[in-house]
């Protein structure tokens, strides 16, 4: 996903700085193959690319992101009322079960934003929000 924003940026960029544009597409895509396999074309020149198109919003998703960020700064604001480091690391946030179906391929992003040896499913006792429980363990 990141070098497919960092072309459409790239490509809105170049009717402004036509030479970097140009000079980061021929050696950051088209050198290394990574336009075609973005099905981006492998348009020999940045300048005759097609123009980035708007893509389709994923609403679920959407939500879950939104809830995702909602926990890590519920998580950020505990470590900060209980004096702890942002960095401290954390044994294990639990959230609540209902959500895990939801949440699961998030489970990666909230331990590495948050320094979390282990993130669970199962009962949460502290209310991040309505319909979103954790708990957390340090």
């Known amino acids: 996903i990141l070098n497919a924003v960092l072309l459409d940026i790239l490509k809105m960029f170049s009717p ?18 990574k336009a075609k396999k973005l099905g981006k074309g492998n348009e020999i020149s940045i300048c005759i690319s097609n123009w980035p198109q708007p893509q389709k919003v994923d609403e679920r998703r959407l939500q879950s992101a939104e809830k995702v960020v909602k926990i890590i700064s519920f998580v950020r604001k505990w470590k900060h ?37 282990a993130v669970k499913f199962g009962p949460g006792d502290l209310e991040v929000e309505e319909g979103i429980r954790i708990s957390i363990r340090g």
Do not use: R
Request: hydrophobic fraction near 40%; charge should be negative; glycine fraction near 6%.
């Open 81 to 117: 009322d209980n004096k702890l480091a942002l960095n401290a690391p954390l044994k294990e946030v639990v959230i609540a079960k209902e959500l895990e179906k939801e949440l699961t391929e998030a489970v990666d992003d909230i331990k590495g934003s948050m320094n979390i040896s």
């Open 16 to 33: 402004f700085i036509p030479y970097a544009t140009e000079e980061i597409y021929q050696n950051s895509f088209l050198g290394t193959g």
